[in-house]
């Protein structure tokens, strides 16, 4: 399986962006699905993440309350719905694939696929 991010660009501070993680090859219906990002200079960071079928999410406490992580297995895609962004967020959105299926984690250790990155930037 191949994952592709995508949705980033440049906005101001108080707006929105949805991003898009779609699957291409083998289906990730069975899997967790997780979004981290990397700030400059910074480790990448757990944001938030689902379980196979969108019942479980789990957010950092950074982004609850203003991120929403969904999923349509239909569509092989995942997606993070980030509002009210902050300058704070801006990053490298990274999404991930599960290693196991059916298993919620939302450790580092247990994403083995993962996509290319999209750039997040806020203005101030």
């Known amino acids: 399986v191949q994952l592709q991010a995508s949705g980033g660009g440049l906005v101001q501070a108080g707006d929105s962006l949805k991003l898009s993680c779609a699957a291409s090859?083998?289906?990730?219906?069975?899997?967790?699905v997780g979004w981290y990002r990397r700030l400059p200079g910074r480790e990448r960071e757990f944001v938030a993440s689902?379980?196979?079928?969108?019942?479980?999410?789990t957010y950092a406490v950074s982004v609850k309350g203003r991120f929403t992580i969904s999923r349509d297995n239909s569509k092989n895609t995942v997606y993070l719905q980030m509002n009210n962004l902050k300058p704070e967020d801006t990053a490298v959105y990274y999404c991930?694939?599960?290693?196991?299926?059916?298993?919620?984690?939302?450790?580092?250790?247990?994403?083995?696929?993962w996509g290319q990155g999209t750039l997040v930037t806020v203005s101030s």
């Open positions: 991930a694939r599960g290693r196991t299926p059916v298993i919620y984690s939302n450790d580092y250790s247990s994403y083995n696929t």
């Open positions: 090859g083998r289906t990730f219906s069975s899997y967790t």
């Open positions: 689902t379980n196979y079928n969108g019942g479980r999410t």
